[in-house]
T-cell receptor
Framework: GAVVSQHPSWVICKSGTSVKIECRSL??????MFWYRQFPKQSLMLMAT?????????EQGVEKDKFLINHASLTLSTLTVTSAHPEDSSFYIC?????????????FGPGTRLTVL | AQTVTQSQPEMSVQEAETVTLSCTYD???????LFWYKQPPSRQMILVIR??????QNATENRFSVNFQKAAKSFSLKISDSQLGDTAMYFC?????????????FGTGTRLQVTL
């Protein structure tokens, strides 16, 4: 149980275009989803927290107009990188948390590698 | 603000041996959770073990166990009978008990290599 998927697993796009990444909880309802960014050989950096049906809460220094997050249902959250630039290239990971199977544990997706040319 | 420190950037252990990864944290909270996550080369974050701060008993999951010292704010992970599949990056993480807004604070990670 507690499986989280992400799509796509990797994406290459041209500078200036927008890219959407989906995060789904497959076998549980995710009342809260989190989006992280991870640079090579570094730890995870929290970008934003989203609760179903509410606006996302962004961490300090994260541009909310550039990284649009939508959490429209209890099983789906999306991250849209708008007008992507090479410096946005990174590994993006989502996690989900709900009342079950454990209200205090985040379950992670497999990540999405974004390369902006 | 909470901080998590992992002082061992890299460690190596031979197959079947035991290894301990260290983690310390700083918080003024009294009720919180601690986690160890594993990130293998596939980069999928996998929950290894979790510990509630109010529980004195150390958590165990098969070959994985923790040594939780609340007063010292220490949370080390012991891997027994190490296997090649244990090769991964290990992250220690802290979370306060504040409901749905709870966020994880990660350490910088320890890269573990299991050798033959």
């Amino acid at each position: 149980g507690a499986v989280v998927s992400q799509h796509p697993s990797w994406v290459i796009c041209k500078s200036g275009t927008s890219v959407k990444i989906e995060c789904r909880s497959l076998d549980f309802q995710a009342t809260t989803m989190f989006w992280y960014r991870q640079f090579p050989k570094q730890s995870l950096m929290l970008m934003a927290t989203s609760n179903e049906g509410s606006k996302a809460t962004y961490e300090q220094g994260v541009e909310k107009d550039k990284f649009l997050i939508n959490h429209a249902s209890l099983t789906l959250s999306t991250l849209t990188v708008t007008s992507a630039h090479p410096e946005d290239s990174s590994f993006y990971i989502c996690s989900a948390k709900g009342p079950y199977p454990s209200a205090d544990t985040q379950y992670f997706g497999p990540g999405t590698r974004l390369t902006v040319l | 603000a909470q901080t998590v420190t992992q002082s061992q950037p890299e460690m190596s252990v031979q197959e079947a041996e035991t290894v301990t990864l260290s983690c310390t944290y700083d918080t003024s909270e009294s009720n919180y959770y601690l986690f160890w996550y594993k990130q293998p080369p596939s980069r999928q974050m996998i929950l290894v073990i979790r510990q509630e701060a109010y529980k004195q008993q150390n958590a165990t999951e098969n070959r994985f166990s923790v040594n939780f010292q609340k007063a010292a704010k220490s949370f080390s992970l012991k891997i027994s009978d190490s296997q090649l599949g244990d090769t991964a990056m290990y992250f220690c993480a802290f979370m306060t008990n504040t409901g749905t807004a709870s966020k994880l604070t990660f350490g910088t990670g320890t890269r573990l290599q299991v050798t033959l």
